[in-house]
């Protein structure tokens, strides 16, 4: 290996990288002093504590990160991880060997007056993922714009109220089922022969590939969201209960509230079959009917509740479907 000196004043060392084709790749190392460069080449060479392969780009980081663990991520996390790619777009010229904590701050700082704090952490902290990925002692110390905490409140009985008894078809059914803590994804995948004797077998979701196409997936969200939910008479028939997507399920809902003033999302149907149920019932039977995952330990579980479990989430499921029938059939004055 030979150093040259730059006109700079710092040295420089190209190391041999790879083959891409016929053509030869060098990495290249500048440090202020030539026993600096020579010193980083020959650890790059050796591979004894260098991890960054090749000398990529940000960039090249982000890209090999996300296909490396498309196999084993969600098509949907996939998908969000492709969406950030853009905002990398200046600093994905820089190298990750030599990135400096100056540059993330200068990338946070910037990024900080386009989008929100929130979206501002996300989109730093899959960065940092990727570069960890080829750079594993790779530490930065930014400061990060504060989050403003928001508060979110579960729908009233009334809101409940107003909107079943606006609602007419599809878009009624995905209200009755919201309420019963399922999610839009779990709805439009629920189908006739889940439902026995009034009771819904909820195993798969309707999602996004990395394409960007709906697909049916037999694959819950958490380790707890399959699960039998209790739910009202939704007629007989084949295939699909509800013949929409979850996008579709969403802009009925909005068209819905703003039409008898109702200010929720559709998730938040599900908000208040937390809250309602809360009111109802001990959380270990609300986290089974919810598809949430149990705060305790499964030695806990066995030990104090395995005995009684069936019979006593049957009772409250019976109860919370009373009170649930109770809000949606009532009408409003």
């Not at 460069?37 to 000398?55: I, P, T, W």
């Not at 007629?235 to 996008?247: A, C, L, M, N, Y």
Request: with cysteine.
């Amino acid at each position: 290996m030979k150093a040259k000196k730059l006109r700079s004043g710092s040295w420089n060392v190209l190391v041999f990288s790879h083959m891409e084709g016929n053509k030869r790749k060098y990495a290249s190392f500048t440090a202020p002093s030539k026993d600096e460069a020579l010193l980083m080449a020959a650890e790059f060479k050796a591979g004894k504590k260098r991890s960054v392969r090749h000398d990529l780009k940000v960039s090249e980081a982000v890209s090999g990160y996300i296909a490396a663990k498309e196999g084993v991520l969600s098509p949907a996390t996939v998908r969000g991880y492709r969406g950030l790619v853009h905002y990398y777009e200046e600093i994905g010229q820089k190298r990750v060997r030599s990135l400096s904590n100056e540059d993330m701050q200068l990338f946070v700082s910037d990024l900080s007056k386009k989008v929100a704090p929130k979206s501002v952490r996300n989109i730093y902290g899959f960065l940092v993922s990727c570069i960890r990925f080829y750079k594993p002692d790779a530490v930065y110390s930014v400061t990060l714009p504060q989050i403003v905490e928001y508060r979110a409140t579960s729908p009233e009985d009334e809101d409940i109220k107003k909107l079943c008894d606006a609602s007419t078809g599809q878009l009624h059914t995905c209200i009755l089922l919201g309420i019963r803590g399922m999610r839009r994804g779990e709805i439009c995948a629920l189908k006739y022969e889940d439902i026995k004797d009034g009771v819904a077998h909820i195993h798969a979701d309707i999602v996004k590939s990395t394409s960007g196409e709906w697909i049916y997936k037999e694959m819950p969200k958490t380790s707890g969201s399959d699960r039998f939910v209790r739910v009202p008479d939704l007629g007989e028939g084949e295939g699909f209960i509800v013949k929409w997507t979850p996008d579709s399920v969403t802009k009925r809902f909005i068209e819905l509230r703003k039409s008898v003033g109702v200010n929720i999302r559709f998730h938040d149907l599900r908000h208040f079959f937390a809250s309602t149920g809360a009111l109802i019932m001990p959380d270990i039977y609300l986290a089974d009917m919810g598809g949430w995952s149990r705060k305790m330990s499964s030695s806990v579980m066995k030990s104090v509740y395995q005995n009684n479990m069936e019979s006593m989430s049957e009772y409250y499921s019976q109860v919370m479907e009373q009170k649930l029938r109770e809000i949606a059939e009532s009408r409003s004055i």
